[in-house]
C-alpha cells in the first residue's frame, strides 16, 4: 500500500483547509485509515481515522473542527480542517492499517504517507 498525501499550505487562524490522502496498491486490504500529525519538539499525535465501513474518532482536540471523510471509489481520504488555530500547525502524515489474512494466520501492517505541512498563521 501507498498513501500520498496533499493539500497542506499556509492558512490564517479561524480558517479552513482540506487535506487528501490517496492509497494505492492492495488497497481492499485497508480496515482502518487514520491522519496524524508531528509538531515540532512534539510526539506525533493521532488526528482521527476512520474505518473500512465508515466509523470515524477523533481526539478531543478537534472535535467539531475537523471531519474526516472516504471516498471509496477513488482511494482517497479527506481530512477537513475548519477553525484552525496555532495549535493545528504541523506536519500531517496519513496511516493505513491492513490486515492481511491466510488460511494460518493473520498479519497487520502499517503504512505511512511522506506528510504535508500545515502552518496556521496568526
Known amino acids: 500500500v501507498q498513501l500520498v498525501e496533499s493539500g497542506g499550505g499556509l492558512v490564517q487562524v479561524g480558517g479552513s483547509l482540506r487535506l487528501a490522502c490517496e492509497a494505492s496498491g492492495v488497497v481492499s486490504d485497508i480496515y482502518r485509515l487514520g491522519w496524524y500529525r508531528q509538531a515540532l519538539v512534539r510526539q506525533r499525535e493521532l488526528v482521527g481515522s476512520i474505518t473500512s465501513s465508515g466509523v470515524t474518532n477523533y481526539v478531543d482536540s478537534v472535535k467539531g473542527r475537523f471531519t474526516i471523510s472516504r471516498d471509496y471509489a477513488k482511494n482517497m481520504m479527506y481530512l477537513q480542517m475548519d477553525k484552525v488555530n496555532p495549535e493545528d500547525t504541523a506536519v500531517y502524515y496519513c496511516?493505513?492499517?491492513?490486515?492481511?489474512?491466510?488460511?494460518?494466520?493473520?498479519?497487520?501492517?502499517?503504512?505511512w504517507g511522506q506528510g504535508t505541512q500545515v502552518t496556521v498563521s496568526s
Open positions: 496511516k493505513a492499517n491492513v490486515l492481511v489474512t491466510t488460511i494460518e494466520s493473520s498479519t497487520e501492517f502499517e503504512y
